[in-house]
């Protein structure tokens, strides 16, 4: 079967210096994906590449079987995207709802969309109590509820998470983490990005470790667990 | 004084702030998408005001009955500066994106001059000021004294439709949403699945052809046009837009019937009329003052 | 020891090709002429850039401030004897060296703190009235009139800072429009000042030298009236420049940055926002208005419609295309803003349509203008690898 | 003529900016003059125009005189049309000693504030216009005015000039209004004068302020007669009023170009050359001056001092503006004034019209 | 006398109570973490705290002294800094002048010195590079190197270090710190914890305010914590006794 979304060799960085060496990595349909690996590892570099945020330098993205490498991002997330970007970008001048609608810009149904809200605020009560404050003077972790459940606007097939429950109080990582199965148990294919080694593990199918702009192990995620390059990559051994 | 003449003052009011909001709409569109300053907008309306002019001269050749005339003139003005204002946008204001904001304001005044002598230079004697054709009828109704114009009538309608018409494109489409997400967070809108270019090019079309209809209104309400009649108009535009709260539509509506009222209250006020302009931006200076965010402020949005 | 050889040598290099671009650009009046020297300065400017060399010039120049000063200042003093028998040449220096003050000013307020100023003429022009009134009404000596003049300014920008202190961003800026509008139509309907036809300014005078005479240059024989203009410029511009130049590199210069990025962090720090931002308001205004009044005495006749809002616009042009923030860059951009027009007499009618586009073309190929700004340094060995 | 023989004259007018259809139509013009002398074959040298472009400007006024006073090889110059202007830049000519004659501002003070031997102007100032429109206008039983005038020296001058000459016949004033040269709209100050109801509406500006408050008139239902100044004796107001300039009346010093002595010939060359603007009313003031001061040059040398005597001595001098005679001040004393009115598209002095002959009557 | 105290502080927006009458005091010394669900006031607290926000109701006092409507500039003179959750450095300037704006209190900003006694400030700028720099090798010595490269060429993780360090070089007396381990891996939080801890035990009298929803660093480091919830203090103890509190329990850690 081929994989939902295939990345080959790919190349990218900032400046002079590139960050991603290349890098090759599948995410198989109806899975819970997970990249790791320590800060500046370059995983959101690798998310923002795909999703043609950073020009890519050399290498190939691949969508289903569309080669979707240099198209611009609002064509690829057209294809049936999401993505929960990292550090809270909501929409500050914005109200809750606004930023919600947003999330379901590309959504032409408008009776999925009234689903998809009140499932959002079955999930994050407080953004319903909160519906027409404006996102820029919510809380952190209030924000940050408010990207993962505007990713939940669309109709999707795959999800990417970049470190979704940062600032997250105890209480809502867990629930974070329970949608992320629940989403996932409706056929959604999902790439999460976390800082939380263990809860990411215990609720992945397959993991990647990224170190020094490389795939320097891959597996499924209890062989990942005991793996020596997975805390190498994390303790810098 | 006499109610025919307050009604008078405040229908020539009526008209003037009309033609300041459609400006001032434009600069508030501009400002929302990209949050730039793009002071050639007088010098569009202007070119709007020729196009229509050149526009009208060219089928009042071939022998085309005035009213089909009017509709064409509108059409070619608004086509031509919405054109216009896309090529600004693609050329000038997208590419700097990266440099500092005020440099996009320099580089758009810039294209101002370049617009401006254009017309000077190029159009047939075009330094002079130009007669605008009478396209709208101008039968005349005395009240005491106060003589309200059809034309007048009409054209304070065209502009408070072009308005709504505007309001309702962004209020009632996606588009809207669209534009304001582009302006806070582009990268973030890119991910929602915006196309950061489409929208942007077209807000720049739309506010143009606004200054289009601004231009061709000033043009059959005064009945002349100059290729200087944009530096006046774009400033006020811009004060009347901010006046009233960058970014929102309301209040560039609100800032353009101020300024106007200002203006004539200025004019009436003092007598030396000249002195309306020193009251009227005094005013302004002393507004702001109390409102340091204009008349109808964004909520404020910034938090520690 | 070689490298410090190599480096006062290099200066001394830069000036010289600087200054001879400057003279010629002043001095050559023909078409051809004119487009040649423009062209082997852009030729100069793409070939620096690809090696990088402007960076490394101003990067020699930084290293070594007062021997660099001091080159530039005898260059322009070199310039100003070469040209000191064409007027016209002169009087160009001179309003150029008199913008760059005006606008090493506007630098301090919108590149460092943040304020957009559209009213720079403003300031520039009450420095000019306060002269004229001045010479007129006081018998006071001359220095004391421009110094006068400058606080003139300063003074009545306070009356703004209210209205600037509430506001930011555009809104700012719309109040500094408004001022300046209001400024330019107050003058022309109020006939206390002259009115529309202005004031005619006496030439300066310091003990017995009038400026407004030719002088005698000993052996080089009898210089223009402008030749004093243009020294007296010039070492304004020199002190002015060496006073932002300083600021920047400096606690203040600091504040100033923390001001213009982030005033909630710059609060929580002991910073008071205000302070800094009436100070770069008040001292920008200062110069603007000390140079105004060397304008006024030089040119001999104001009248308000040389201080229009389109004036100010050259003023802020000049910092954009320089690049916001950097004091250097404020030199180049007014050379190009202020004397091309005038150079493109030559094509008449076609000139303010040339210049435009030379803009626009500028900015297209460097957007954040010719040179833009680098770190702060507090002292000129700083950060510099022995 | 010998080639080498190469002698510079200068042009300053506004080539850019709101009122540069004047100052084209004089640029062109000197050229003109310039190149018909150097084609004549009879000329001892051969002479260049160099144009300056002042923007209507005071303060780039100075920096384009300086720049051609202090060039030793212009010997003299045809400067100015906007009187502010002028007035900043004649305390350059005398500093530097270069002789010149205004060639449009019609602001007395340029000539008579001072007592510069280098000033000279060919044609007349706003006072004598504004006597023979007093008179004009109160003879054809106009009693009341309301004034409006830019705020620039030319505006404001008019207007002191006017209510100066009038008070005298018995005309009253009943307001007067400096309005903004730039301003768009004067609906406010018309519905003003339309309470004040005056029989005429004087106004002190130029060409593009004037057809904006006429085209405005329009809107108010206001039947004023709308009495000029030489500032709108252009084309640019009939082209920009369009149907709304029949009836409109002016005053200008000197004979209508056509009407000149050598008006024709101007007319006939000035097409010939075919320039991209029209001469405009004083197109033939600045050809007259160019010639003056090349018949100047050809008498007495291409020496400054020498130019500005021979010009200061003009007396009876032959020009297609009518015979020059410079007094004391340099000001030709033009008496002539021509009464001019609109009439089908044209500008037609007011003796011919249908209007004098009673076949046409003005508003009011 | 403690050090800081707190009495009944409330801020609201519009109808909203972020704060609601918090009451709460701290000595020379204190560790303290503040926890609570998201959204429940504990970033308002800073910020009232400092003097962003004006509290519409109670009452603060550092050393006796009411400060409660004092600007943020007083509180940073009384000696309390912070970091922002956000964080709040400035991206195009150098690691230095964004550490050394923190020292604000330690500099002159004369004009006059500024411009005239260069000699003076190059002494002074030397002495800070060398302080900045012993400061940063603590938390990370590979910093120092960047010392003068603008802070946008650093990653996330050493910006918070330098936001944390801003903080730390004026010698505070209170410090309060929001989320600084935000991102970080266990490891990197762990390290950073250590360092503070290095720093306390340096300066004993220094009093810390933590905000962190890491509940593993709150208990290795705090002596105590206050849990707040809707804006209202609900407990408030060292954590192993207020993690078993029932309340704490269902609103902030989710366990029944
Ligand atoms: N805009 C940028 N410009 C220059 N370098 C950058 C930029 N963004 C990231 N980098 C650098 O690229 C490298 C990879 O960063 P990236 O954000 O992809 O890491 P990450 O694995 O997502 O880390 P984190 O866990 O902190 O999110 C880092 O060294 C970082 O410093
Ligand atoms: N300027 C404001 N306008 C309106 N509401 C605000 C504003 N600032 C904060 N709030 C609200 O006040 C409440 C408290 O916010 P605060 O930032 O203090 O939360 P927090 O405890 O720091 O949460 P987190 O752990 O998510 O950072 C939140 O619900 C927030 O939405
Ligand atoms: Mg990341
Ligand atoms: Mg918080």
Redesign the interface.
């Known amino acids: 079967m081929t994989p939902l979304l295939k990345i080959e060799n790919t190349v990218s960085g900032y400046d002079e210096a590139d960050v991603l060496a290349g890098v090759s990595l599948d995410v198989a349909e109806r899975e819970i994906t997970c990249l790791l690996g320590a800060n500046g590892a370059g995983k959101t570099t690798l998310i923002r590449t795909l999703l043609g945020l950073n020009p890519i330098r050399s290498g190939k993205v691949f969508f289903k079987t569309t080669e979707i490498t240099g198209w611009p991002t609002h064509e690829i997330v057209r294809l049936g995207i999401t993505c929960v970007p990292e550090g809270r970008r909501v929409f500050p001048a914005m109200t809750v709802l606004e930023n919600l609608r947003m999330g379901g810009y590309l959504n032409e149904s408008k009776s999925d969309i009234s689903e998809r809200l009140d499932y959002a605020f079955t999930i994050f009560p407080k953004l319903k109590e909160r519906v027409g404050q404006l996102a820029g003077t919510m809380s952190g972790g209030e924000q940050a509820m408010l990207t993962i459940a505007r990713g939940l606007m669309g109709n999707p097939e795959l999800i990417i998470f970049d470190e979704p429950s940062l600032g997250l109080s105890p209480l809502f990582v867990k629930e974070n983490f329970r949608v992320i199965q629940e989403i996932n148990g409706q056929g959604i294919s999902v790439l999460l990005v976390e800082q939380n080694v263990r809860q990411t593990l215990a609720i992945s199918h397959v993991g990647h470790v990224l170190a020094q702009g490389k795939i320097i192990t891959s597996g499924n995620t209890e062989t990942l667990r005991e793996s020596d390059a997975l805390k190498a990559a994390y303790f810098g051994g | 004084?006499d109610l025919g003449?307050l009604a008078?003052?405040f229908v020539?009011?009526l008209?003037?702030g009309v033609i300041y909001a459609l400006v001032a709409v434009g600069f508030t569109l501009f400002f929302g998408v990209l949050d730039v300053i793009k002071f050639s907008h007088g010098d569009v309306l202007m070119l709007g005001a020729f196009t229509a002019l050149a526009t009208y001269l060219g089928l009042s050749d071939i022998g085309v009955a005035p009213g089909v005339a009017l509709i064409l003139v509108f059409v070619a003005g608004i086509a031509g500066m919405a054109f216009v204002g896309a090529i600004v946008c693609k050329f000038l204001v997208l590419p700097l994106r990266g440099a500092p904001q005020l440099n996009t304001l320099l580089i758009t005044l810039m294209f101002g001059t370049v617009i401006r002598?254009s017309v000077?230079l190029f159009y047939p004697?075009g330094?002079?000021?130009?007669?605008f054709p009478k396209l709208l009828p101008d039968n005349?109704f005395?009240f005491g004294?106060l003589?309200l114009?059809l034309d007048?009538c009409i054209i304070v309608l065209l502009g408070i439709l072009a308005i709504i018409f505007t309001q309702l494109f962004i209020q009632k489409t996606k588009f809207g949403l669209a534009i304001r997400a582009v302006a806070q967070d582009e990268e973030t809108a890119r991910l929602m699945g915006v196309n950061f270019k489409t929208v942007v090019l077209l807000t720049f079309a739309l506010g143009s052809a606004l200054a289009a209809v601004g231009g061709i209104s000033?043009g059959l309400?005064?009945?002349?046009i100059?290729f200087?009649?944009g530096?006046?108009?774009g400033l006020i535009g811009f004060s009347s837009a901010v006046l009233g709260g960058l970014g929102s539509l309301y209040g560039a509506i609100a800032g353009g019937f101020l300024f106007a009222a200002l203006?004539?209250v200025g004019?009436?006020w003092f007598a030396?009329?000249?002195y309306?302009?020193v009251f009227a931006f005094a005013v302004v200076i002393m507004l702001m003052a109390w409102r340091p965010t204009g008349l109808l402020a964004e909520r404020n949005e910034e938090r520690v | 020891m070689a490298n410090f050889v190599k480096g006062h040598f290099l200066i001394t290099i830069l000036a010289t090709i600087a200054g001879l671009f400057v003279y010629f650009f002043l001095h050559l009046e023909r078409s051809w002429e004119i487009v040649l020297v423009v062209g082997l300065a852009v030729l100069t400017m793409v070939v620096s850039r690809r090696k990088n060399l402007i960076a490394r010039a101003q990067e020699t120049c930084l290293q070594k401030p007062k021997f660099s000063i001091s080159v530039f200042f005898v260059a322009a003093v070199a310039i100003i004897f070469a040209l000191r028998s064409?007027?016209?040449a002169l009087?160009?220096l001179t309003?150029v060296l008199l913008y760059i003050t005006v606008c090493f000013g506007l630098t301090a307020q919108f590149g460092f703190v943040g304020l957009v100023n559209f009213a720079g003429i403003a300031f520039f022009g009450i420095g000019a009235y306060t002269t004229a009134v001045l010479y007129q009404y006081a018998a006071i000596p001359d220095f004391l009139i421009i110094l006068a003049s400058g606080l003139v300014a300063a003074v009545i920008g306070s009356i703004l800072i209210l209205p600037i202190l509430r506001t930011k961003g555009h809104y700012a800026a719309l109040i500094t429009i408004a001022f300046g509008v209001l400024f330019r139509?107050f003058l022309?309907?109020n006939d206390t000042l002259g009115?529309?036809?202005?004031l005619?300014v006496d030439g300066i005078s310091v003990f017995g030298l009038s400026f407004?005479e030719n002088i005698n240059l000993g052996l080089l024989g009898t210089g223009?009236s402008y030749v004093t203009y243009s020294i007296l410029a010039l070492v304004l511009c020199l002190v002015t420049f060496v006073f932002v130049r300083r600021m920047e590199n400096s606690w203040v210069g600091l504040n100033m940055d923390m001001v213009r990025h982030d005033e909630i962090a710059a609060a929580s720090f002991g910073i008071h926002p205000p302070s800094w931002k009436i100070l770069a308001f008040t001292l920008g205004n200062f110069f603007a208005g000390l140079a105004g009044s060397i304008y006024a005495s030089m040119?001999?006749?104001?009248?308000p419609?040389?201080f229009?809002f389109a004036?100010s616009l050259v003023l802020v042009s000049i910092v954009l295309l320089g690049g916001l923030g950097n004091v250097f860059s404020v030199i180049p951009a007014a050379f190009l803003v202020v004397v091309l027009p005038?150079k493109l007499?030559l094509i008449?009618?076609y000139?303010?349509l040339i210049f435009g586009i030379v803009v626009i073309l500028i900015l297209r190929f460097k957007p954040s203008g010719i040179m833009p700004r680098g770190a702060r340094r507090y002292y000129p060995s700083l950060g510099v690898k022995k | 003529s010998d080639s080498s023989n190469k002698v510079k004259i200068t042009f300053i007018g506004p080539?850019?900016?709101?009122v540069?259809?004047g100052g084209?139509g004089g640029?062109n013009s000197a050229e003109l003059a310039v190149r018909l002398r150097n084609a004549s074959g009879q000329s001892k040298y051969s002479y260049e125009l160099v144009?300056?472009?002042d923007e209507?400007?005071?303060?780039i006024g100075?920096?384009?005189a300086?720049?051609a006073?202090?060039?030793p090889a212009v010997i003299a110059g045809v400067t100015h049309y906007c009187s502010?202007v002028a007035?900043?830049?004649v305390?350059?000519y005398h500093?530097?000693g270069l002789p010149v004659i205004v060639w449009g501002a019609v602001l007395p003070?340029i000539t008579y504030a001072n007592d510069y031997k280098e000033i000279h102007r060919v044609n007349g100032t706003m006072i004598n216009q504004n006597e023979v429109a007093a008179n004009f206008m109160v003879e054809r039983g106009y009693k009341t005015w309301a004034v409006i005038h830019d705020?620039?020296?030319y505006?404001?001058g008019h207007n002191e000039y006017f209510s100066k000459s009038l008070s005298p016949l018995g005309g009253k004033i009943l307001g007067t209004?400096?309005?903004?040269a730039?301003?768009?709209?004067f609906?406010?100050?018309l519905?003003?004068i339309?309470?004040l109801n005056p029989d005429v509406i004087y106004f002190g500006g130029l060409?593009?302020t004037g057809?904006?408050i006429r085209?405005?008139m329009?809107?108010?239902?206001m039947d004023q007669v709308f009495q000029g100044t030489s500032g709108i004796v252009?084309?640019?107001f009939i082209?920009?009023?369009?149907?709304?300039a029949e009836g409109v009346l002016a005053f200008r010093e000197g004979a209508p170009t056509e009407k000149l002595p050598g008006g024709a010939v101007f007319i006939e060359k000035y097409t010939e050359a075919n320039f991209?603007?029209?001469p405009e009313a004083y197109g033939a003031f600045s050809f007259a001056a160019a010639n003056l001061i090349m018949d100047a040059i050809e008498k007495v040398g291409p020496d400054r001092i020498a130019v500005m005597a021979e010009l200061n001595a003009t007396n009876d001098h032959d020009s297609i503006i009518g015979k020059i005679s410079f007094d004391d001040h340099g000001q030709n004393t033009v008496a002539v004034i021509t009464k001019y009115v609109i009439q089908d598209g044209k500008w037609v002095v007011w003796e011919d019209s249908s209007y004098a002959a009673g076949a046409k009557r003005l508003t009011r | 006398m403690s050090l800081l105290s707190v009495d009944r502080l409330t801020v609201s927006f519009g109808g909203l109570r972020a704060l609601d009458e918090f009451s709460f005091s701290l000595s020379e010394g204190d560790f303290v973490g503040l926890i609570g669900p998201n959204g429940s006031g504990k970033t308002t607290f800073f910020n009232a705290l400092t003097g962003i926000y004006k509290p519409q109701f109670g009452s603060v006092s550092v050393d006796g002294n009411d400060v409660t409507k004092a600007s943020p500039q007083a509180m940073y003179e009384v000696g309390v800094t912070r970091t922002f959750q956000r964080l709040r450095l400035v991206p195009s300037l150098s690691v230095f002048d964004n550490l050394i704006v923190g020292s604000q209190r330690g500099l002159n900003t004369n004009l006059w010195w500024n411009i005239f006694k260069r000699a003076g400030l190059r002494k002074k700028v030397d002495e800070e590079l060398s302080r900045c720099s012993d400061l940063l090798s603590q938390f990370n010595p590979r910093l120092v190197g960047t010392l003068l490269s603008p802070v946008s060429t650093l990653s996330m993780i050493d910006r918070r270090r330098i936001e944390v360090c801003r903080a730390l070089i004026s010698q505070p007396r209170i410090l309060l710190l929001d989320e600084p381990s935000a991102g970080m891996t266990h490891e990197e939080t762990r390290m950073l914890m250590e360092d503070l801890l290095t720093w306390k035990e340096r300066s004993p009298s220094l009093a810390i305010v933590l905000i962190e929803h890491e509940m593993g660093v709150i208990d290795r480091v705090t002596n105590r914590c206050v849990v707040l919830n809707y804006g209202k203090k609900i407990a408030e103890g060292e954590y192993q006794i207020v993690s078993q509190d029932p309340l704490v329990k269902t609103a902030y850690l989710g366990e029944e």
């Open positions: 004084m003449f008078q003052f020539n009011g008209v003037l002598e000077r004697s330094s002079n000021p130009k007669p005349a005395e004294n003589t114009r007048s000033t309400y005064y009945q002349e100059n200087a009649m530096l006046m108009l203006q004539t004019a009436v030396v009329p000249a309306k302009d | 064409e007027h016209f009087l160009m309003t139509t022309e309907v009115g529309p036809q202005g005619k407004n223009s040119s001999g006749f104001i009248a419609a040389s229009n004036d005038e007499q008449q009618e000139r303010l | 080539l850019t900016g709101g540069s259809a084209l640029r144009p300056l472009d209507c400007k005071p303060n100075v920096q384009v300086t720049k006073s202090a060039d502010a007035m900043g830049t305390d350059i500093k530097f003070d705020t620039t020296d505006g404001k209004f400096a309005v903004n730039e301003q768009q709209d609906t406010a100050e519905t003003q339309k309470r060409a593009p057809v904006r085209a405005q329009e809107k108010l239902a252009s084309d640019a082209e920009g009023a369009g149907d709304l991209n603007e029209p």
